[in-house]
């Protein structure tokens, strides 16, 4: 089975931290993913990698940088952690074939910004 | 520009009711891949189904069914005979040339026993 893992479950945070959201993928998938997930707003793409070292600006990227130094491994870090990012984390991954492969979801991390 | 919507926020039925779900996608390219997906009161969420741009037919899986009309850009989701446990968030999703997967707002769907 095909497994992501995200480091917390749950987390909170204060205003101004840097905070770092941790995801694992023991698929050997090309892409991987960072959404958050608002009430009535779905999921928002915030940054994807389809390589090791290479990232892409999603929708929402303002506030977040990622990393991928390992295929792996994917990170999403708030560099000043602000009210306005308490909201639900979703990891994802996929295989690299085009566009036609499912991604594959952790379990969510919800942070709150207090 | 949103790129998928999902114009049903909620969805109330009573157990053994059908239930359709609404998803209207834009997309300019030729090649693209719709998904549905399934978030149960767990969290995670759960792959349904993809179909690609040039596969118009139709999907029956057990009571789950999906309408994919390209005139009309809509990937309609049937679920027949609903049960409780059929009670989720489902959303629908769309991924282009450019590998980004984009999803609608969410349409919950409550199943009363």
């Known amino acids: 089975d095909v497994k992501v893992t995200q480091s917390s479950r749950y987390l909170v945070k204060r205003t101004g931290e840097k905070v770092f959201l941790e995801c694992v993928q023991d698929m050997d998938h090309e892409n991987m993913f960072w959404y958050r997930q608002d009430p009535g707003l779905g999921l928002r793409l915030i940054y994807f990698?389809?390589?090791?070292?290479?990232?892409e600006k999603g929708d929402i990227p303002e506030g977040y940088s990622v990393s991928r130094e390992k295929k792996e491994r994917f990170s999403l870090i708030l560099e000043s952690a602000s009210t306005n990012q308490t909201s639900m984390y979703l990891c994802a991954s996929s295989l690299y074939q085009g566009v036609n492969t499912e991604a594959f979801f952790g379990q969510g991390t919800r942070l709150t910004v207090v | 520009a949103q790129k998928v919507t999902q114009a049903q926020t909620e969805i109330s039925v009573v157990e053994k009711e059908d239930v359709t779900l609404d998803c209207v996608y834009e997309t300019r390219d030729t090649t693209y891949y719709l998904f549905w997906y399934k978030q149960p009161p767990s969290g995670e969420l759960v792959f349904l189904i993809r179909r690609n741009s040039f596969d118009e037919q139709n999907e029956i899986s057990g009571r789950y069914s999906w309408n994919f009309q390209k005139s009309t850009s809509s990937f309609n989701f049937t679920i027949t005979a609903s049960q409780v446990v059929d009670s989720a968030v489902y959303f629908c999703a769309l991924s282009e040339i450019d590998y980004k997967l984009s999803f609608g707002a969410g349409t919950t769907v409550t199943v009363r026993a």
């Open positions: 990698s389809y390589d090791v070292k290479m990232k």
